[in-house]
């Protein structure tokens, strides 16, 4: 069993930072999802258990930074210019084969991180 435990969250300021961190450990894909009130959970980005794929959202591309550090079992992503709309619950999530977008396709789950973006 996987366990996923993410940390970071809080409360930013539009235009700035905040780091998310995924303790995981395994070789698996990893990726972020978010979700606001209301609305399904979307994909954020990926990266491949190497570190050399990436794939993100149109809508936080250049923005946010997923990258991630097998010795230390951690799995990261850094969000500056920060907007109001990326206000969410944020998830880390793992699977085995090729980095996805779709959340049906991950078969692990932390259990969420707040992230509030005030304007």
């Known amino acids: 069993q996987v366990q996923l435990v993410e940390s970071g969250g809080g409360l930013g300021q539009a235009g700035g930072s905040l780091r998310l961190s995924c303790a995981a450990s395994?070789?698996?894909?990893m990726g972020w999802f978010r979700q606001a009130p209301g609305k399904e959970r979307e994909f954020v980005a990926g990266?491949?258990?190497?570190?050399?794929?990436?794939r993100y959202a149109d809508s936080v591309k250049d923005r946010f930074t997923i990258s991630r550090d097998n010795y230390k079992n951690t799995v990261y992503l850094q969000m500056n210019s920060l907007k109001p709309e990326d206000t969410a619950v944020y998830y880390c999530?793992?699977?085995?084969?090729?980095?996805?977008?779709?959340?049906?396709?991950?078969?692990?789950w932390g259990q969420g991180t707040q992230v509030t973006v005030s304007s």
């Open positions: 990266i491949g258990w190497n570190g050399r794929t990436t």
């Open positions: 999530a793992a699977k085995n084969g090729l980095v996805g977008n779709g959340a049906y396709e991950y078969d692990y």
């Open positions: 395994g070789r698996y894909v």
